[in-house]
């Protein structure tokens, strides 16, 4: 079942701009995490934040949690062409136990030069 | 760095042969994962597995099987593939260090089943 909820799906801006992805999710969770994917190729991981965190920063990238509006945001600082790529926030439910994640459906972003 | 390898990055099979897809991972890590990816749906659990020998189910088992063996590889069979199993196949690792671990994806395998 998916959970995490990407928005905006799609998202085109120029290099140098700040990009803004929000995504909300349905139950309570241990952490959230948000991935990164190039055109045909895996997914890479960026940034994990735990339920107890409230924002989390790793170079460009800055990641906010809000568990009382079940929602994080994910923005990324002064864009690069390289920055092109699809975005899905994934969740790890606090329920059952397992080693699941549950991923949303993902977002483009596309940053032009 | 871990390292997930999927045998094969494209792959043609035709309807009713029985296909293999093949994951090794080289961190030692107890959990793998089969998703499938398809537009508009993201990604998809079809399998996992915690240990050798163990499995779970995910969202969407129908049609497929796993088997892991060893530690390291992890395999997913389409016991007679079907059109509607072409999809972009994703395999990912993960270590037993608790939930606050990422996982470690492959390239992909994408399958088309003619």
């Known amino acids: 079942s998916q959970q995490g909820e990407e928005d905006p799906q799609a998202l085109s801006i120029q290099e140098g701009e700040n990009a803004t992805m929000n995504c909300s999710y349905k139950?309570?969770?241990?952490?959230l995490q948000w991935y990164r994917q190039n055109s045909g190729r895996g997914l890479v991981h960026l940034i994990l934040?735990?339920?107890?965190?409230r924002e989390k920063h790793s170079g460009r990238l800055r990641v906010t949690l809000d568990t009382s509006k079940k929602s994080s945001s994910l923005l990324i600082t002064a864009s690069r062409a390289a920055d092109t790529a699809s975005y899905f926030c994934?969740?790890?439910?606090?329920?059952?136990?397992?080693?699941?994640?549950?991923f949303g459906k993902g977002m483009k972003l596309t940053v032009n030069p | 760095d871990v390292k997930v390898t999927q045998s094969s990055r494209y792959l043609v099979k035709r309807t009713g042969e029985k296909v293999f897809l093949e994951c090794v991972q080289d961190?030692?890590?107890?959990?793998m994962f089969w998703y499938r990816q398809d537009p508009g749906l993201g990604l998809r659990l079809i399998y996992f597995?915690?240990?050798?020998?163990?499995?779970e189910k995910g969202d969407i088992p129908e049609g497929y099987s796993v088997s892991r063996e060893k530690k390291e590889r992890f395999s997913l069979i389409l016991e007679s593939a079907s059109t509607n199993q072409t999809s972009m196949y994703l395999c990912?690792?993960?270590?037993?260090?608790?939930?606050?671990?990422?996982?470690?994806f492959g390239d992909g395998t994408r399958l088309s089943i003619l």
């Open positions: 990912a690792s993960k270590g037993g260090g608790g939930r606050n671990q990422p996982q470690h």
């Open positions: 139950t309570s969770i241990n952490n």
């Open positions: 934040i735990r339920s107890n965190e």
């Open positions: 994934a969740t790890a439910p606090s329920q059952g136990g397992s080693e699941k994640l549950v």
């Open positions: 961190m030692d890590h107890e959990n």
């Open positions: 597995s915690y240990d050798v020998k163990m499995k």
